[in-house]
Structures are given as C-alpha cells and as structure tokens.
C-alpha cells in the first residue's frame, strides 16, 4: 500500500500528520506530502485513519 495526496486538494488542516506522523508531513508550503514507497504494515490501519479523517478527501491510498 502507497499514499498519495493531492497537492491541488490539500487544504493544509494537519490532521492527516497528526493521525499517522510515520506517513504523512506538512511541507514548507503548508500542504500534506506522503513518504515515498510503501507504507508499512504496522502502520497501515492509521494511514486509513488519516485518508478517512481527510475534511477534503485529498489521500488516496492504493497499490
């Protein structure tokens, strides 16, 4: 499982950071960013947290 978010869609609310930090940061310009390659599996439940969590639907989580 990967995540992405979309920079256009990001609304920069911190809650996807604040749900799962080992996946998701804010960057200098204020909007969410995913690490890059997969997430790892012990971590995989908060990162469905954090997409569900998202006010803007901005995560994508897929393969």
Known sequence: ???YVDD???IGCE???KVCP???HMTDEG???AIDG???EDVQGKAEQA???CPV???DLGD
């Open 1 to 3: 499982m990967k995540a």
């Open 8 to 10: 256009a869609t990001c």
């Open 15 to 17: 809650t996807c950071p």
């Open 22 to 24: 080992e996946v998701f």
């Open 31 to 33: 909007i969410a960013h």
């Open 38 to 40: 997969k997430i790892p």
């Open 51 to 53: 997409a569900e969590s």
């Open 57 to 59: 639907e901005a995560i």
